[in-house]
Protein backbone atom coordinates (compact mmCIF):
# COMPACT_ATOMS: atom_id res chain seq x y z
CA UNK A 1 0.00 0.00 0.00
CA UNK A 2 1.29 3.57 -1.23
CA UNK A 3 1.29 6.05 1.69
CA UNK A 4 -0.87 9.37 0.14
CA UNK A 5 0.93 12.87 0.59
CA UNK A 6 -0.93 15.26 2.52
CA UNK A 7 -2.22 17.60 0.36
CA UNK A 8 -1.63 20.55 2.38
CA UNK A 9 1.44 19.56 4.84
CA UNK A 10 1.32 19.92 8.69
CA UNK A 11 -2.41 20.95 9.93
CA UNK A 12 -3.32 23.67 11.62
CA UNK A 13 -4.80 23.55 15.58
CA UNK A 14 -8.26 22.53 16.19
CA UNK A 15 -10.26 23.08 19.17
CA UNK A 16 -9.72 25.76 21.48
CA UNK A 17 -7.12 28.16 20.12
CA UNK A 18 -4.03 29.71 21.36
CA UNK A 19 -4.14 33.81 21.72
CA UNK A 20 -3.23 35.10 18.39
CA UNK A 21 0.03 37.06 19.44
CA UNK A 22 0.77 33.80 20.59
CA UNK A 23 -0.05 31.46 17.67
CA UNK A 24 2.07 34.15 15.30
CA UNK A 25 5.21 33.97 17.53
CA UNK A 26 5.53 29.75 17.94
CA UNK A 27 3.64 28.59 14.78
CA UNK A 28 1.34 26.09 16.41
CA UNK A 29 1.23 22.18 14.94
CA UNK A 30 -2.08 20.67 15.53
CA UNK A 31 -1.87 17.84 18.54
CA UNK A 32 1.15 19.41 19.76
CA UNK A 33 1.14 23.60 20.93
CA UNK A 34 -2.23 23.60 22.35
CA UNK A 35 -2.06 24.09 26.33
CA UNK A 36 -3.82 20.81 26.78
CA UNK A 37 -1.60 19.05 24.83
CA UNK A 38 1.69 20.61 26.57
CA UNK A 39 0.23 19.58 29.81
CA UNK A 40 -0.30 15.77 28.48
CA UNK A 41 3.32 15.97 27.36
CA UNK A 42 4.80 17.02 30.76
CA UNK A 43 2.23 15.11 33.14
CA UNK A 44 0.50 17.86 34.95
CA UNK A 45 -3.01 19.16 34.91
CA UNK A 46 -4.36 21.63 31.98
CA UNK A 47 -6.64 23.46 34.45
CA UNK A 48 -3.23 24.42 36.75
CA UNK A 49 -1.67 24.98 33.56
CA UNK A 50 -4.60 27.38 32.31
CA UNK A 51 -4.27 29.03 35.33
CA UNK A 52 -0.77 29.48 35.35
CA UNK A 53 -0.69 31.35 32.04
CA UNK A 54 -3.44 33.46 33.14
CA UNK A 55 -1.63 34.16 36.08
CA UNK A 56 -4.31 33.26 38.40
CA UNK A 57 -1.43 30.58 39.72
CA UNK A 58 2.37 30.81 40.53
CA UNK A 59 3.85 27.48 40.14
CA UNK A 60 7.39 27.55 39.35
CA UNK A 61 7.69 24.52 37.67
CA UNK A 62 4.43 25.63 35.50
CA UNK A 63 5.80 28.37 34.38
CA UNK A 64 9.12 27.34 33.37
CA UNK A 65 7.15 25.13 31.02
CA UNK A 66 5.52 27.61 29.77
CA UNK A 67 8.63 29.84 29.31
CA UNK A 68 10.12 26.59 27.56
CA UNK A 69 7.13 25.98 25.20
CA UNK A 70 6.34 29.49 23.64
CA UNK A 71 9.81 30.67 24.49
CA UNK A 72 8.56 33.93 25.66
CA UNK A 73 9.29 35.67 29.34
CA UNK A 74 6.37 34.22 31.58
CA UNK A 75 5.27 38.92 31.85
CA UNK A 76 4.83 38.68 28.14
CA UNK A 77 2.91 35.29 28.25
CA UNK A 78 -0.10 36.31 31.25
CA UNK A 79 -0.19 39.82 29.37
CA UNK A 80 -0.99 38.06 26.04
CA UNK A 81 -3.58 35.77 27.59
CA UNK A 82 -5.39 38.58 30.31
CA UNK A 83 -5.43 40.29 26.81
CA UNK A 84 -7.34 37.70 24.95
CA UNK A 85 -9.43 36.78 28.27
CA UNK A 86 -10.70 40.84 28.09
CA UNK A 87 -11.37 40.24 24.61
CA UNK A 88 -13.49 37.27 24.78
CA UNK A 89 -16.01 39.04 28.14
CA UNK A 90 -16.05 42.19 25.94
CA UNK A 91 -17.11 40.24 22.87
CA UNK A 92 -19.66 37.69 25.25
CA UNK A 93 -21.50 41.34 26.86
CA UNK A 94 -21.65 42.66 23.00
CA UNK A 95 -23.23 39.35 22.09
CA UNK A 96 -25.63 39.71 25.05
CA UNK A 97 -26.69 43.28 24.57
CA UNK A 98 -27.00 42.80 20.67
CA UNK A 99 -29.33 39.67 21.87
CA UNK A 100 -31.43 41.84 24.37
CA UNK A 101 -32.04 44.37 21.51
CA UNK A 102 -33.05 42.11 18.99
CA UNK A 103 -35.54 40.09 21.18
CA UNK A 104 -36.87 43.68 22.31
CA UNK A 105 -37.62 44.94 19.05
CA UNK A 106 -41.37 45.32 17.67
CA UNK A 107 -40.67 43.44 14.19
CA UNK A 108 -39.21 40.55 16.84
CA UNK A 109 -42.33 40.64 18.34
CA UNK A 110 -44.57 40.52 15.74
CA UNK A 111 -43.03 37.57 14.36
CA UNK A 112 -43.18 35.20 17.32
CA UNK A 113 -46.90 36.43 17.78
CA UNK A 114 -47.58 35.09 14.34
CA UNK A 115 -45.71 31.57 15.24
CA UNK A 116 -47.97 31.31 18.33
CA UNK A 117 -45.95 32.22 21.16
CA UNK A 118 -47.57 34.45 23.67
CA UNK A 119 -45.18 37.66 23.69
CA UNK A 120 -45.40 39.94 26.54
Sequence with gaps: MIPLQKPYGIKGPRGRKLPPAI??????????????????????????????????????????????????????????????????QRFKEQQAENAMKISQSEETKAILKNMGFKVQ
Excluded at 50 to 64: E, K
Excluded at 71 to 84: C, G, M
Aim: zero cysteines.
Design 23 to 88: RNQIKPIEGKSSLRSIAKAYGVSHPNLSATAYGDRNTPHLIQILEMEFKLPIEEIRAIFQKARELR
